[in-house]
């Protein structure tokens, strides 16, 4: 097991690409998703597998993972994508494992 | 639809045991699916507590020191968690939520709405 470290804040301009980062020794050897969660709700699953988008997800939402780290890129980001996001690491012996979020602000 | 709603007591005392459960519904808990707690104090990010798949097999997050029993209910269609010898630091927003895949690497794609539960005398 280890942690996962994520940028406490990201900014990003309406209509540009905002990548959030994820950090873990040999991160890329185990499988991340990512979160979206609105104050007040539960999270949503937008990323699966590193990269798969489950159904309901918008294609503008992508990911990706390799050695230490995982990204979530969101591409033409709206003003609806604000929002905190959370990494999570999933290892088939250890199981589960949150990073510590961040909070995208879309000026 | 699948759907998750957890239910419990708001309060628990100090030293005691917290005690939820989650309904399943729109799919049976015999499904070859992971189910999950997760908890996420007030203000704070999300900690994963553990999970356990409809044959009883279970794990845990060890930082929480083996305070936490997670079961599964099949006939009532739901899966419980206990924590024991809470303290205020065990005061959150509990969800329970689903991984879809029998190997448990699909990600949590079905969230309760939460359940606020506060430790206090």
């Known amino acids: 097991s280890y942690d996962l470290t994520q940028p406490p804040s990201v900014s990003v301009s309406p209509g540009q690409t905002a990548s959030i980062t994820c950090s873990g020794d040999n991160l890329g050897e185990d499988y991340a998703s990512w979160y979206q969660q609105k104050p007040g709700q539960s999270p949503v699953l937008v990323i699966y597998q590193d990269n798969k988008r489950p159904s309901g997800i918008p294609e503008r939402f992508s990911g990706s993972n390799s050695g230490n780290t995982a990204t979530l890129t969101i591409s033409g980001t709206q003003a609806l994508d604000e929002a905190d996001y959370y990494c999570?690491?999933?290892?088939?012996?250890?199981?589960?494992?949150f990073g510590g979020g961040t909070k995208l602000t879309v000026l | 639809q699948v759907r998750l709603q957890e239910a419990g007591p708001g309060l628990v005392k100090p030293s005691g045991t917290l005690s939820l459960t989650c309904a399943v519904s729109g799919i049976s808990i015999s499904s070859h699916h992971w189910w999950n707690w997760v908890r996420q104090p007030p203000g704070k990010g999300l900690e994963w507590i553990g999970e356990i798949f409809y044959s009883g097999r279970s794990k845990y997050n060890q930082s929480l020191k083996g305070r936490v029993t997670i079961s599964v209910d099949k006939s009532n269609y739901q899966f419980s968690l206990k924590v024991s010898s809470v303290t205020a630091a065990d005061t959150a927003v509990y969800f329970c939520?689903?991984?879809?895949?029998?190997?448990?690497?699909?990600?949590?794609?079905?969230w309760g709405q939460g359940i606020m539960v506060t430790v206090s005398s």
């Open positions: 999570q690491a999933w290892d088939k012996s250890t199981a589960r494992i």
């Open positions: 939520a689903r991984d879809p895949s029998p190997n448990g690497s699909d990600g949590f794609d079905i």
